[in-house]
């Protein structure tokens, strides 16, 4: 017998002892050992490889250089003309449809022309009474004339009274006097006649320009009201040649000139660009919830139909452009007078941590104004000949900058370069650089693909740092 069951015999209240669990427990502890080693072997390894960062490299090659300004407008036909009706009276015949197109003169519409008609008919009535009675003044006339001549030789004789030739001097003047009257009223009455004879052509609808019919505002049968207005019937515009609203912010319509170069594109152009130049630029502004707009206008052709009144355009203003030039990304340059701190950065700054925090990318532009630094005066060609649009109203001078070009062996070379044009992402070469060289347009930052550790382990309390270190 044991002695645990000896001392259970002997004592009544006895209470057996526990089992240790110190099995469990070492068991426990190896499992946490495990998972820390192999942390440890994931995030200190030996064999790990820290990705460097490394210079982007650019190609000069051959492109366009062009500073713009934005602006969004509608687009409205050059010339658009409301017919209406002069005269009133029923309208009749309706000859033409929406979408109709129509020449010059052709008959569009007829006004019942009765009372025309009939005003015309009495007007000629008149106007030959008149005429009638135009004969019979001038009969009248030259009898007065004799009456007075025989009376000038009867006094001359002594053969007659004073009475009788004052009365066949007053009988002359009274006829002279009537057909001068006659005559004035004939004349009246032509010009009435005339005037009716225009109201009932009036009455004959017909197209004052060649064009397309855009809209129709009466219908047959309704009686058209023209003695206060002349109210609408048909609209006609000329779709061949568009012109184009531009809304113009207060902040950009100082660096906006007549002649400059525009360009459109449409919503459902796609791609298609229309070219043209600005014409004028409205005085007098519009302003809705405290914001200043100008209305800018242009021309475009549109021979083919593609554009179509109140399409929204969204429009760029040219400030400045080259055409097919040596260009470098903005990012390969260090402006060394005339320009901005840094233009973008050179290498040497990239690699002092000149950057940023982008991960996975180049280094961006720095220090560069938004609409770039302005082109040449319109029409004259730069060093390179390259052709400038013209209209251009901003003056630059070329400017000296450094760029770290790459040899064919790897090794950097620091070369100076003069620059024309520049805009957010590219500079015109003048000289110092040809088409193939390689450059160094910016910093591909080592940390950027993947997970940032580093991050993590400070996160975590973690110590230890560095570069990036991935798994094997």
Do not use: C
């Not at 940023?356 to 961006?364: D, E, F």
Request: no cysteine; net charge negative.
């Amino acid at each position: 017998m044991s002695t645990d069951q000896a001392e259970h015999n002997n004592n009544e209240n006895y209470v057996p002892r526990p089992k240790k669990k110190g099995r469990k427990l070492l068991f426990s502890g190896i499992i946490v050992a495990l998972i820390a080693g192999g942390l440890g072997y994931y995030w200190y390894g030996d064999e790990e490889q820290v990705v460097e960062s490394q210079p982007l490299i650019a190609t000069v090659d051959f492109g366009d250089i062009e500073n713009t300004i934005a602006a969004t407008g509608s687009l409205i036909p050059f010339e658009t003309v409301e017919v209406g009706a002069q005269v009133s009276g029923q309208l009749l015949r309706l000859y033409v449809e929406a979408g109709d197109l129509v020449e010059q003169g052709q008959l569009l519409a007829e006004i019942d022309a009765r009372q025309q008609q009939q005003r015309v008919e009495s007007s000629r009535a008149s106007l030959a009474g008149q005429e009638a009675l135009l004969e019979a003044r001038q009969a009248s006339l030259l009898l007065a004339e004799a009456n007075t001549e025989r009376q000038r030789r009867l006094m001359a004789e002594d053969a007659t009274s004073q009475l009788d030739f004052d009365n066949a001097v007053n009988a002359l003047a009274a006829a002279q006097a009537n057909l001068i009257q006659t005559q004035r009223q004939i004349d009246q009455s032509r010009a009435s006649l005339a005037i009716e004879e225009q109201q009932l052509q009036f009455t004959r609808i017909v197209a004052p320009i060649s064009g397309t019919i855009v809209s129709v505002a009466m219908t047959e049968g309704r009686t058209l009201n023209a003695s206060q207005q002349a109210p609408t019937i048909l609209t006609i515009a000329d779709l061949t040649k568009m012109s184009v609203e531009a809304e113009i912010s207060e902040a950009d319509v100082a660096n906006l000139q007549n002649g400059m170069e525009v360009y459109f594109t449409t919503l459902g152009g796609g791609n298609r660009r229309w070219q043209s130049s600005l014409r004028q630029i409205l005085p007098q502004p519009t302003i809705t919830n405290n914001v200043v707009l100008y209305t800018g206008l242009f021309d475009v052709d549109n021979t083919d139909g593609a554009l179509l009144p109140e399409m929204t355009a969204q429009i760029y203003f040219v400030t400045s452009a080259a055409r097919n030039v040596l260009t470098v990304p903005i990012g390969a340059l260090s402006f060394v007078e005339g320009g901005p701190a840094s233009a973008g950065g050179g290498f040497n700054e990239l690699m002092a941590g000149e950057t940023g925090n982008r991960p996975g990318g180049a280094a961006p532009a720095q220090g560069f104004p938004a609409g770039g630094f302005g082109g040449r005066r319109g029409g004259q060609p730069g060093a390179d000949g390259a052709a400038r649009p013209a209209g251009l109203q901003l003056e630059t001078r070329p400017r000296r900058a450094m760029v770290q070009v790459q040899s064919n062996n790897g090794s950097m070379e620091q070369r100076e370069v003069l620059v024309g044009i520049t805009s957010r992402v590219a500079a015109e070469v003048l000289s110092g650089l040809d088409r193939g060289d390689q450059v160094v347009a910016g910093l591909v930052q080592g940390n950027a693909a993947g997970f940032d550790r580093d991050q993590f382990r400070q996160a975590l309390g973690i110590p230890g740092g560095g570069g990036f270190r991935g798994p094997r």
